[in-house]
């Protein structure tokens, strides 16, 4: 095939707005290794071999390139949760979003542009539910010649929870999507990929933080589970909250944390006890207990250096009993923005574009009710009342060159009916939501609010909302249905948190503001990946604005083919 001058200019001019400035390059190989967990050795999926997987260490507002080879036996695609991909989504990651999956034997680069995120985030698998197994941290120091906002500390350490299936997450997977109802529960969580002390054969490779008395250490905790917030606490020791979802918060002291699936927490533990060893642990925080779910407890050890004989067993903390609503509340509205003179913030004060999204989990008829959901049905999920339906090719292929019946636009600002979405007691007819592929249209630059509303349809839940391509201020939040003339009068406007995941509270109510200053396509759902599956998931497309750097950049040569 012979090439012309101008299209071999063409694909130097793409190649070099993705790869010809000098950037920090990493190697990712997707494969498939042997790891023994729970007296048991299966094949799980990861990258480079490792279990958590590699950390990214950058400096904010730089840009890094990753290039992924799969190697395993699965399609796959990486997303860079919480990095905001300024006008970049073509490596943004989720599967028929704004990619085709990198197929087995293949291998695409992946651009990431990181801008205003400073703190902890994370990358992770987005297909099906590789990332179990599939995800690592991602450090984002302050610029070179700044600090942080406070004082340096001895030590930095990444803190992964996860989950970990004795059975292939793959079968686990496909069993769940076949039956139509939940999926197995999770055999054991695991902190830094170990389950720790109090699960069979796994005592000797409990992970373990050694500590000198009198230094303070940064712990950034990540929630990697697949189905379940947790809550995470140090036995004897206080921690320091100072940043959030790669922002900083107002420090505060905490005796736990409340972490939803994908969000990411940097507290301060100050190692001030007396010698000795101290537990670490996490475990489930759920506000459905109707349904089954993994009530074990993960841990790791606090040791501190010196000579003496460590008590035996270790201190254990006190963790808050596992439907503590309140306590999972409470932490979570205890942060606020730090907000300082080195920190602004900007929360949108005149919106211009409001939404009332409603979050149900739904139920579909099945034939001869063969489903395994309630009474014979199938499980599903939906915003506003639309289970959202993955497409064939990605969406923003189809957006970017103007191929038609992929998606429908039209995503409704409000669900179909107002009730009481929180009564103990609905009618069976709502259970049933409609299939689509809808996406909403914003123009650049427009202000959002978006109430979240969580229902009591079928069962009441939290629900953990990531929205892709952007930060968002938290103003508000409550138990029970949103009020339109109280609640809004009790929103915070001055220091909200930022966050890029924040957990809708069971049967309750959030309402966030941000700017839709990133043109592209952005995926939105609850990071329950059940939930996920079922259909909890929406699109923004953003549109282009008028300046050269308000428009969307161009694909790379080799994005993913469908």
């Avoid at 100072?242 to 420090?251: E, H, I, L, N």
């Avoid at 034939?367 to 395994?372: E, K, T």
């Avoid at 600002?413 to 609905?426: G, H, M, R, S």
């Avoid at 109280?486 to 890029?500: A, R, S, T």
């Amino acid at each position: 095939m012979r090439v012309s001058t101008s299209q071999f200019l063409v694909f130097l001019l793409f190649f070099c707005v993705y790869h010809c400035q000098a950037q920090t390059r990493y190697k990712f190989v997707v494969k498939e290794v042997p790891y023994t967990r729970l007296c048991s050795t299966k094949n799980i999926l990861t990258v480079n071999g490792q279990y958590p997987g590699p950390p990214i260490y950058v400096h904010r507002g730089e840009t890094i390139i990753v290039d992924v080879y799969n190697q395993g036996c699965y399609n796959i695609t990486l997303h860079w949760h919480g990095v905001k991909q300024h006008r970049n989504p073509w490596s943004d990651g989720p599967e028929y979003i704004t990619q085709c999956p990198i197929q087995p034997g293949a291998n695409f680069t992946q651009k990431i542009i990181f801008s205003t995120e400073e703190g902890t985030l994370w990358w992770h698998a987005h297909s099906e539910w590789l990332r179990a197994t599939v995800h690592g941290p991602v450090i984002i120091y302050p610029k070179n010649g700044s600090a942080y906002p406070f004082p340096k500390p001895a030590a930095e350490v990444p803190i992964v929870l996860g989950e970990w299936w004795k059975q292939d997450i793959q079968k686990i997977y496909d069993a769940f999507v076949s039956s139509g109802g939940d999926p197995n529960i999770s055999d054991a969580y695991t902190i830094n990929g170990q389950p720790g002390d109090l699960y069979p054969c796994s005592k000797p490779g409990t992970f373990k933080l050694q500590v000198e008395k009198g230094l303070t250490y940064l712990l950034r905790i990540i929630n990697a589970g697949m189905q379940n917030m947790l809550f995470f606490s140090i036995a004897n020791h206080n921690v320091t909250v100072v940043a959030s979802d790669a922002s900083y918060v107002k420090p505060f002291s905490s005796s736990y944390l409340t972490i939803s699936p994908g969000q990411t927490i940097d507290v301060l533990l100050n190692a001030n006890q007396s010698l000795n060893h101290y537990y670490m642990a996490a475990r489930v925080y759920t506000g459905l207990t109707s349904v089954s779910f993994d009530n074990t407890t993960t841990t790791a050890i606090v040791e501190y250096s010196g000579n003496y004989t460590p008590s035996s067993p270790p201190p254990f903390p006190c963790l808050p009993y596992y439907n503590d609503t309140q306590a999972s509340v409470h932490f979570t509205g205890s942060l606020r923005s730090l907000a300082d003179e080195d920190h602004p913030i900007d929360v949108p004060k005149e919106i211009n574009s409001s939404m009332f999204y409603t979050f149900s989990v739904n139920a579909f008829p099945c034939p001869n009710n063969s489903c395994a959901g309630p009474n014979g049905t199938r499980l599903a999920a939906s915003i506003n009342n639309l289970t959202f339906v993955n497409p064939t090719i990605d969406i923003l292929q189809a957006y970017y060159y103007h191929i038609n019946g992929v998606f429908g636009v039209g995503f409704p600002n409000i669900p179909p009916l107002f009730f009481n979405f929180t009564a103990e007691y609905l009618p069976l007819y709502l259970e049933v939501s409609k299939r689509a592929t809808k996406v909403k249209v914003l123009d650049y630059n427009s202000t959002v609010e978006i109430v979240f509303q969580g229902t009591n349809v079928v069962a009441g839940s939290d629900h953990p909302i990531h929205l892709h391509g952007f930060s968002f201020y938290v103003v508000g939040w409550g138990l029970g249905n949103f009020d339109k003339d109280k609640d809004p009068l009790k929103y915070n406007l001055v220091d909200p948190p930022l966050q890029n995941t924040i957990a809708i509270p069971v049967n309750g109510w959030t309402t966030i503001r941000f700017k839709a200053n990133n043109p592209g396509v952005w995926f939105m759902h609850c990071h329950f990946d059940r939930h996920m599956v079922w259909g909890m998931d929406m699109v923004f497309i953003v549109k282009n604005g008028e300046s050269p750097d308000a428009k969307l950049l161009p694909p790379p040569p080799d994005m993913p083919r469908c």
